[in-house]
């Protein structure tokens, strides 16, 4: 048997019969030591379990500070207790976007909500809740950077900064604006103490605080100039010790930035920019989220106008520079999946909170929960074409490299109530990727069954085979690779992941 090149991300190009790898619900991994049996393993992602449900919907935001952690429910701002119950703090302004939240720094003492064009402000010492009076125009974000509250005015290329340590006062003489670029400021992002003014139309320019002004103290970075600007204010976020975002220039939109000191850097590919362009509003209503978990640092991107309405959740890992997905399995709609119901963080109590998009529901995010809320977690993974110059191919077995033996333990059971194995589905399809076999479904080995060997025979012939897997079961999955035994001739059709992500870094 060949080794398959079976694992990588999700790489549906313009023509599926280039390429239509897709990756649901698992994330590969870099084998960092070289020697293992496989380069790139793939693993399965978290699920979700209630954490506390907020009386107000949607959760629009989350918050950590000092321990503390403020999520905003639909028109409440409340305080999450680490016991999973929510106290409510005061009325914010709803109009069913996400806000932004921050803290007034190294005082701590302040969280700053920006709701529906208006700024509230919860004391956390005196537990007071304050209505910042209006401003110099309409706030659009907040942010806070070296001692400072700054909020972006929407429709403008101003931004407005607070009274030092203090967002509840608002001086008008504070008003900044920009001048290096002419287009509106569509977002503003603070990061190594300074801060990212994004413009829309394809600009964006680093300020740092000089002190020279009371009122307006931040002037602008010389040569931190950059010739891309945000098309989706909300996608903005600061992993990997950079920002990221999606955005563009007036040549076009549609990109994922990063970036690399003063310069920007595409992330995204040929195949997710396709892909998010075919979305009825393209890439402008991305949501976006980072966190860490198992040393991957991911930046969680949700696209509400995706599948009809259903949603898309697009996932970048800063620590293989590779893409996968992420959906809620609905079994219905366009793909089956929705989004997947998480689209605001935070990391609070020892663990990951997040927020969801469609209901109150904050829930604790964990690679150890096995499905989302109750929910089984279908994942798949639909790997490379399988063609030697359009040659015959004859398939006369195929094996998926995998931990077996894991099934829980009472087992899972049929239903006429007998044990059963996990079961692993594959399929295949001859046309490369538009119609699809029946499901030939396999067990994966009950509890302790380690020599289980994950495997189909006779499997015909094709000139062009693309292979998927699917799993469901309540397990942790692990995917380590693919092997077949095919004729005549039948080789690695690809190079392994490993050896093309070297080729490109």
């Excluded at 390429?19 to 991994?29: S, W």
């Excluded at 449900?53 to 429910?73: C, M, S």
């Excluded at 529906?116 to 809740?129: D, E, I, M």
């Excluded at 035994?485 to 070297?502: H, N």
């Amino acid at each position: 048997m060949a080794r398959f090149s079976f694992c990588g991300p999700t790489y549906q190009s313009q023509s599926i019969i280039a390429d239509c790898q897709r990756t649901f619900n698992f994330y590969p991994e870099s084998d960092e030591s070289g020697q293992g049996k496989s380069q790139m393993p793939m693993y399965c992602t978290p699920g979700l379990a209630l954490f506390v449900e907020l009386p107000t919907n949607p959760v629009r935001g989350l918050l950590e500070i000092n321990g503390r952690a403020f999520g905003v429910g639909g028109s409440k701002l409340y305080e999450i207790l680490s016991g999973g119950t929510a106290t409510e703090l005061g009325d914010v302004g709803n109009d069913g976007n996400p806000v932004t939240m921050v803290t007034n720094g190294t005082a701590g003492n302040q969280v700053c909500v920006c709701s529906a064009g208006n700024l509230y402000v919860f004391n956390l010492k005196t537990s007071t809740f304050t209505i910042v009076a209006p401003l110099e125009g309409t706030p659009s974000m907040v942010e806070w950077c070296d001692g400072y509250g700054i909020a972006l005015l929407a429709n403008s290329n101003k931004f407005q900064v607070s009274n030092l340590e203090d967002m509840t006062t608002w001086n008008p003489l504070g008003v900044q604006q920009v001048s290096v670029f002419p287009e509106n400021v569509g977002a503003i992002k603070q990061a190594f103490r300074q801060l990212f003014v994004l413009g829309i139309d394809g600009h964006a320019q680093i300020y740092y605080d000089s002190g020279a002004n009371q009122y307006t103290p931040f002037d602008v970075i010389s040569g931190a100039f950059m010739e891309q600007g945000i098309s989706a204010p909300n996608s903005i976020c600061v992993l990997d010790n950079t920002p990221f975002w999606i955005g563009g220039n007036k040549n076009g939109v549609g990109i994922a930035w990063r970036a690399n000191g003063y310069s920007p850097l595409r992330i995204s590919n040929h195949a997710i920019e396709t892909a998010w362009a075919t979305y009825p509003q393209g890439s402008a209503d991305a949501v976006g989220y980072a966190y860490i978990d198992q040393g991957h640092t991911f930046w969680v991107l949700r696209f509400p106008s995706a599948n009809g309405g259903q949603g898309a959740t697009w996932v970048y890992d800063a620590a293989t520079q590779m893409w996968h997905e992420r959906g809620y399995w609905i079994q219905q709609g366009v793909t089956g999946y929705s989004a997947h119901l998480s689209t605001c963080h935070c990391y609070a109590f020892g663990q990951h909170l997040v927020g969801d998009w469609n209901s109150g529901n904050i829930y604790t995010m964990s690679i150890t929960i096995l499905d989302d809320n109750g929910q089984p977690i279908r994942r798949f993974r639909r790997a490379p074409h399988i063609s030697s110059e359009q040659q015959r191919i004859f398939h006369q077995q195929m094996q998926i490299d995998m931990e077996v033996g894991d099934g829980p333990s009472p087992p899972l059971v049929d239903a006429n109530g007998d044990p059963r194995d996990p079961q692993v589905m594959l399929r295949w399809s001859d046309d490369g990727g538009r119609s699809w076999s029946n499901e030939h479904w396999i067990g994966a080995g009950q509890v302790g069954t380690y020599r289980t060997r994950v495997l189909w025979n006779r499997l015909g012939s094709s000139r062009d085979r693309v292979y998927e897997m699917a799993v469901s079961d309540p397990i942790t999955w692990r995917v380590v690779d693919a092997y077949l035994k095919a004729s005549p001739g039948f080789t690695e059709p690809t190079e392994r992941y490993a050896k093309q992500v070297a080729k490109m870094t």
